[in-house]
């Protein structure tokens, strides 16, 4: 396994074990990080301290978000139901239903259906293959509603504004005779169907007609869905504010808000905890980084303006480092930043559709990796701030042990 970054820690390794031809050392080489002089780190107008983190909790929204993001680690990822998919549109939180219909997400005639019935929060993840010749796409949401009645009624509503089109056609779903499925071509389906509170939203496209490739899909997404759902019981609203904002002090390992706002997104609704699966919904190779995730030993995410993952340890660290820096084909790397020989950078070819960033450096400390972003100006060819988060991002990580 190839290593950037603690070159220095291994130089030392071979030079001890080169001293003396009758000295032999057990065991193999492990990267260790390059010594860093925190005092001389350029972190412009960001802080290089730890501050805590407390999720704002001041409107009803805000506290169904929490429920909405806690709802987002149990959502079906589109490339477990086809390899292909994998290039992501768009991540959205929802907290009630016209939040939902204004998120470009759910066009405004679904707004009856999720108002009327309450919704209560909902997690919703779009990708495709990325191939405009032959498209293939898979939208998967999860709606919450206050009770088994209140989603069996938003079900039979969101169906019948569905097929209020001319045209459609119902496409039957092998053992689901409860999902609600229609197309009017048969290269796109939409299907929901409930499940206790919920409703499960899936909306498949493939590359031509075909209704039996149509109901394969989305009879297996909603089989793993239902599956998913089965793991874990919806939050009582009451109980929100008992769950752990900062589990493990992650969020406070993370890089803040910038107070310039000159954050590349503009929401925050994504901040905080996560369990793998929930985070692996946002990122840009799921297959190759839910791959890493399991062999470094991800156990918790962080999303703040830094995004924090714990791993296994130093080497687990660095491994995982490597495939989020991982270059695509029109990507680029860059230099890392000044004094920080282990943090690696990367200019993206297109930016990132939930937070619109289009480069951003991986920092390694201990066994946390944290990601900085920023959006480069127009005028640039990168943003100056990148660095200075990286650095202050590092700091943060050091005095954080």
Do not use: W
Request: glycine share 6%; aromatic share 8%; hydrophobic share 35%.
């Amino acid at each position: 396994m190839k290593y950037r970054g603690g070159l220095a820690a291994l130089v030392i390794v071979v030079a001890v074990a080169s001293a003396g031809c009758s000295t032999s050392v057990s065991g193999s080489p492990e990267p260790g990080l390059t010594p860093v002089d925190l005092p001389t780190l350029k972190v412009g107008a960001y802080s290089p301290e730890p501050t805590g983190y407390d999720a704002e909790i001041s409107t009803p929204g805000k506290l169904r978000l929490v429920e909405a993001r806690r709802m987002l680690n149990y959502l079906v990822h589109p490339s477990d139901i086809d390899s292909d998919i994998t290039v992501l549109n768009d991540v959205e939180l929802f907290f009630d239903g016209e939040q939902m219909v204004t998120s470009d997400t759910f066009p405004q005639q679904y707004r009856p259906a999720a108002v009327d019935n309450n919704l209560i929060a909902g997690a919703y993840v779009s990708r495709t293959n990325g191939d405009l010749r032959h498209r293939k796409k898979l939208i998967i949401s999860v709606l919450r509603f206050p009770t088994e009645a209140a989603g069996r009624k938003a079900t039979e509503e969101f169906d019948q504004i569905t097929n209020a089109d001319p045209g459609r056609h119902p496409i039957p779903i092998e053992n689901r005779p409860d999902a609600r499925t229609s197309s009017a071509d048969d290269i796109t389906a939409i299907s929901f169907v409930s499940h206790g509170p919920y409703v499960i939203l899936a909306n498949a496209a493939v590359p031509e007609p075909n209704p039996s490739s149509l109901s394969s899909i989305i009879g297996k997404t909603i089989d793993q869905q239902l599956a998913r759902l089965d793991q874990q019981k919806p939050t009582p609203l009451d109980d929100v504010l008992d769950l752990p904002t900062d589990p493990d002090s992650i969020m406070r390992r993370a890089l803040p808000k910038a107070k310039d706002y000159s954050d590349p997104f503009i929401f925050d609704h994504d901040f905080g905890p996560y369990e793998p699966s929930g985070q692996l919904h946002f990122e840009r190779n799921p297959v190759e980084i839910g791959k890493a995730f399991e062999e470094s030993g991800v156990d918790l995410v962080g999303r703040r303006a830094g995004i924090i993952y714990r791993t296994r340890d130093l080497a687990a660290a660095f491994h995982l480092q490597n495939v989020l820096v991982k270059a695509g084909k029109n990507d680029e790397e860059l230099a890392p930043p000044p004094g920080l020989p282990d943090v690696r950078c990367l200019k993206l070819d297109s930016s990132d559709p939930f937070r619109s960033y289009d480069e951003l450096c991986a920092v390694v400390y201990g066994r946390y990796v944290a990601v900085v972003m920023s959006k480069a100006p127009y005028s640039a060819r990168s943003d100056p701030a990148l660095y200075q988060r990286a650095a202050a991002q590092y700091a943060i990580l050091a005095k954080s042990e």
